[in-house]
């Protein structure tokens, strides 16, 4: 169970990564 919660948390800040490259990528790549 706990294992499964972290391979879950592990996920969404993987996803949340994504997210945060996608918006830079499409909104601010002046800044990089």
């Known amino acids: 169970m706990n294992s499964s919660i972290e391979g ?11 997210d945060y490259r996608r918006h830079v990528l499409g909104y601010g790549t002046w800044k990089f």
């Open 8 to 18: 879950r948390e592990k996920w969404r800040f993987s996803a949340r990564i994504m």
